[in-house]
């Protein structure tokens, strides 16, 4: 196959299957979707004082990477404190919408 016409294939395939939920998303729906169903157990806001259970989301974003988060909110360990993320039904894009919002927080430790 002609070199132009794989890529033009690989676009195609990517956009189909849609974006990972760890590729970019809205930081600002996140922040919604975080007030209404993290907050009660998470310090959500930037600089969220450090605690150790639950951790504050500014301190997940120091600690983990983009890929790390989305991994442990989609498959959190059995008998962890941790609801897990499909108990909300959440979309693919409102779950990299939380991601990029806690990955956001990063600079505000
Ligand atoms: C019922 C309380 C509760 C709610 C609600 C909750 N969490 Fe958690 N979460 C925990 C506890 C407790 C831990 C730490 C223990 C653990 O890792 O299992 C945790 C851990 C995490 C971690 C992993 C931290 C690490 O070790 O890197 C992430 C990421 C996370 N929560 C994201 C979320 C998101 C996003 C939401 C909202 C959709 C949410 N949590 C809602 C209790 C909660």
Redesign the pocket.
């Known amino acids: 196959m002609h070199k132009s016409k794989l890529l033009v294939a690989a676009f195609v395939i990517a956009g189909g299957l849609g974006s990972p939920a760890y590729a970019e998303g809205s930081p600002e729906e996140g922040r919604k979707?975080?007030a209404e169903?993290?907050a009660?157990?998470?310090d959500i806001e930037p600089g969220g004082a450090f605690k150790e259970?639950?951790?504050s989301?500014a301190s997940?974003a120091v600690?983990?990477s983009r890929e790390?988060?989305y991994a442990?909110?989609v498959f959190?360990?059995t008998h962890?404190?941790?609801?897990e993320?499909a108990f909300?039904n959440?979309s693919e894009d409102e779950t990299a919408d939380?991601?990029s919002y806690?990955v956001s927080l990063e600079e505000s430790l």
């Open positions: 979707l975080a169903h993290c009660q157990c998470h259970f639950p951790p989301f997940i600690f983990r790390q988060i442990r909110v959190p360990p962890s404190g941790m609801p993320i909300y959440f939380l991601i806690i």
